[in-house]
């Protein structure tokens, strides 16, 4: 089952995915990647955590120019594929993956090996991330609540 986690930009959805991953982190093997927003210098920088751990800068918008760091989603990746996980968290996943960049390898991969995951998603970009990927067995959530983890 994959969940698509989605609502309007800057409704606190990585800030859930972190307390819900504060909440499972210690009962359940998740791999968790999240993407936390910062500003400096009149940029938005989103940091990517792994397992509440950040990991390096992920994406650079100035001016609106998206600048992203492909070897550091690569590294997720990696880890995607190297260690066995019960539970996926992906945030987030938008026209970037949409045009095979950032996440896209990550997700091609979970949704192929079917690993239960939630993939967090724009709201405007819902219907073509799913079309896009050819996802199946989906759900689309806008809370965290009721999620089934096994």
């Given at each position: 089952?994959?969940?698509?986690?989605?609502?309007?930009?800057?409704?606190?959805?990585?800030?859930?995915?972190?307390?819900?991953?504060?909440?499972?982190?210690?009962?359940?093997?998740?791999?968790s990647f999240l993407s936390v927003k910062r500003f400096k210098n009149n940029k938005r920088i989103y940091d990517l955590y792994f397992n509440g751990k950040k990991i390096?800068?992920?994406?650079?918008?100035?001016?609106?120019?998206?600048?992203?760091?492909q070897k550091v989603?690569?590294?997720?990746?990696?880890?995607?594929?190297?260690?066995?996980?019960?539970?996926?968290?992906?945030?987030?996943?938008?026209?970037?993956?949409?045009?095979?960049?950032g996440f896209y390898k990550t997700i091609k991969y979970l949704i192929k090996k079917d690993k239960k995951s939630i993939f967090v998603v724009r709201d405007f970009l819902v219907e073509s991330f799913i079309e896009f990927f050819k996802i199946k067995n989906?759900?689309?959530i806008n809370s965290l609540n009721n999620i089934c983890l096994k």
């Open positions: 089952m994959f969940y698509i986690y989605s609502s309007k930009i800057n409704t606190g959805k990585t800030t859930k995915l972190f307390d819900l991953e504060k909440k499972i982190i210690n009962r359940y093997n998740v791999c390096n800068k992920i994406v650079e918008v100035e001016n609106k120019k998206i600048y992203y760091y989603f690569d590294f997720a990746f990696y880890i995607i594929k190297k260690y066995n996980f019960e539970f996926y968290i992906i945030d987030e996943a938008g026209l970037l993956e949409l045009s095979k960049k989906y759900k689309v």
